[in-house]
């Protein structure tokens, strides 16, 4: 499993506004091929931003399925407007830590 | 209940070293008033770079109740040298989305 993490600045003031097209964007998102769950949380510290978690079966289901797709041009003409700046998007694995 | 997020850049070739220290660390932080879960993740792109959540039952039990305590200078101790540049922590509150 991987775990997409995305921090994302949305233009002050534009809030509701990304807030009521995230709750849209998200039925696009789960139903995609290789998709487990996702969270978007907000900021204490930054009022516009928001943390996106997506747990995807493999990072290529998030990176050629669902980028590579035609739901992703919806989701981009949904939600994409909102960002500045543009969000930088990293994938995280589990890790085994050593035993102590 | 709070998410707290770091993203925690390593010093480069220090990764073994630190994951060995985290292993042991996990257990201050694990015995904390207040924390519920935590998880820690290798970044995919950047091989030094990993994700640390911790889920807190309030902003409080992370930056009063854990901050202010002893067990924190061990924590400190253990792994606050592995960081650089250090890292910038943020706390996430759930969001309830707009219904469709």
Chains 1, 2 share one sequence.
């Not at 204490?44 to 931003?49: A, C, D, F, T």
């Not at 493999?58 to 994409?80: K, N």
Request: glycine share 4%; net charge negative.
């Amino acid at each position: 499993m991987i775990l997409e993490v995305a921090i994302l600045d949305v233009r002050p003031g534009k809030q509701d506004e990304f807030e009521i097209a995230f709750a849209q964007a998200q039925s696009i998102i789960s139903g995609m091929c290789g998709y487990v769950s996702h969270e978007l949380k907000s900021c204490v510290e930054v009022p516009n931003r928001y943390l996106l978690l997506v747990n995807w079966e493999t990072l290529e289901a998030h990176t050629e399925g669902f980028r590579g797709s035609q739901q992703y041009q919806q989701w981009r003409e949904l939600l994409h407007h909102f960002y500045e700046p543009f969000p930088v998007v990293e994938h995280y694995r589990s890790l085994a830590l050593p035993d102590n």
